[in-house]
């Protein structure tokens, strides 16, 4: 067995790796397990692995005869997989850290909004759905056929409903008190990027371990949040030009 100090080492050494890829190629699962890894110390779920494959099966069953229905028909028997198995927002504890880490969330098939997507879109990766994550303030979610004028957004930490535009403009209008537009809905109705997914579960983690005043890892959480935010690839900094 690896010794724990040897696992965190290699935890850390994965994660600098990963964040070393263009954003295109960032695979999101290992980075945000490497996440899990280094600020649990190594002490992950070791059922993680099978558990995903379990469910990977699952979805594949339900899925394989709607291959020719679309990716929203898809989505809504992946996400009815995950209700089926039990998965849902855990509202009595949800300011912990184990709502965040992946490994954990499989476990307890509870979590997070963001933890319950990263799980989401993980096995839609894994059965070839285009399912992405959506920024939305103060509450992830995600989606598919983001560019469309139609957006199929559905809300994992609420069973995977799927939510219409009245239930965005509430969700967006209870998280900024006041009116919003469809067009303040449809600016955050985007694809995600992997970093950006990245930094937003650092800053949940760095917000979680500073409430129970644990501060060494909230200072870790915060070291790994400027190294992804500072650590751009080549391929992904923007283009300057020269004034003329």
Sequence with gaps: MTPVIDRLALARAEFRALLALP??????????????????????????????????????????PLATEG????????????RDAGFDGDDPHHDTVENVFVDRVLERRRGMPLGLSLVAMRLAERVGIPLHGVPFPGHFLV????DSRDPAVFDLYNRGRQLDATSLLELLGAYVRGR??????????RVASGREILARMLRNLHHLYSRSDDEQRAEEAT???????????????PVTRNPN
């Design 23 to 64: 954003d295109a190629t960032l695979p999101l699962w290992p980075a945000a397990r490497a996440i899990g890894a280094v600020l649990q110390r190594g002490e992950t779920w070791a059922g993680a692995d099978q558990a995903l494959l379990d469910l990977e099966r699952r979805v594949q069953i339900r899925i394989s």
């Design 71 to 82: 990716p929203r028909v898809m989505t809504r028997e992946l996400v009815a997989t995950l």
């Design 143 to 146: 989606g598919v056929d983001l």
């Design 180 to 189: 919003v537009t469809g067009a303040d809905v449809r600016a955050h109705v």
């Design 223 to 237: 070291a790994m949040l400027e190294y992804v935010r500072s650590h751009v690839p080549r391929d992904d900094r």
